[in-house]
């Protein structure tokens, strides 16, 4: 079946580095997402991103976010400058079709820790 | 304010019996779904109702939809401890998000 998968599942990092969290979402699907869930938190919507392009971003997803879809398999998620609050998990999540509203396909996350 | 929050904020149960978790929202919606979270773990659709819908059955889960309150319910019937997990309610409106709530986190003793 296919699947969301994530890499890395953990990093750690100091604050200020530069991290890159890699999806590669289901192959025929169209719009792809990244939320993130601090520790026992809500799940937090970050990003949508449509046509190779951002179709929606929260208060959260700064100018130290962005996103990339580099080569038509890939969809990453960059933060420029690391800060302490940003640790948590991040989930990319991809759906096919039919305006983006239907089910969301997540993969395991990748946990970031900010020291 | 919060799209989706869900009550209670745990739940737990004896194996066997049916687990109910509401889900409440501010705005109007496309569709809302439900989906659950095992501890550090992705997320996984569950199911989803539409705003024209009231109600859908997926095995033992049983969605319901109550626009005019802004409102629905998750019922897990004949609940095992396999089912011991976070749920969450997440809303889609006409943009391209789903929102999701703070979470039901149940919990099912054998």
């Known amino acids: 079946e296919p699947e969301v998968t994530q890499t890395p599942s953990h990093q750690v990092t100091q604050m200020g580095q530069e991290v890159i969290l890699r999806c590669v979402p289901i192959?025929?699907?169209?719009?792809f997402y990244w939320y993130r869930q601090i520790l026992g938190q809500k799940v937090e919507f970050l990003v949508s991103f449509y046509n190779n392009e951002i179709s929606e971003k929260s208060e959260i997803f700064d100018d130290q976010f962005s996103v990339e879809r580099p080569d038509g398999s890939n969809f990453t998620l960059k933060i420029r400058s690391t800060k302490l609050e940003d640790s948590a998990m991040y989930f990319c999540a991809s759906t096919p079709g039919q305006g983006g509203a239907g089910e969301l396909f997540f993969g395991e996350g990748s946990r970031l820790t900010v020291l | 304010s919060q799209q989706g929050e869900e009550d209670p904020q745990a739940l737990s149960i004896q194996e066997g019996e049916n687990a109910t978790m509401n889900c409440s929202y501010k705005t109007s919606i496309n569709n809302l779904q439900w989906y659950r979270q095992n501890s550090g773990r992705g997320l996984v659709h569950l199911i989803l109702i539409r705003s024209n819908e009231r109600e859908k059955h997926s095995g033992r889960l049983r969605v319901t939809l109550d626009t005019s309150k802004k409102s629905s319910s998750l019922l897990i019937t004949a609940s095992r401890a396999a089912d011991t997990a976070s749920y969450f309610c997440a809303t889609r409106g006409s943009n391209y998000k789903l929102t999701f709530g703070k979470g039901t986190l149940l919990t099912v003793n054998p």
């Open positions: 192959s025929n699907h169209l719009y």
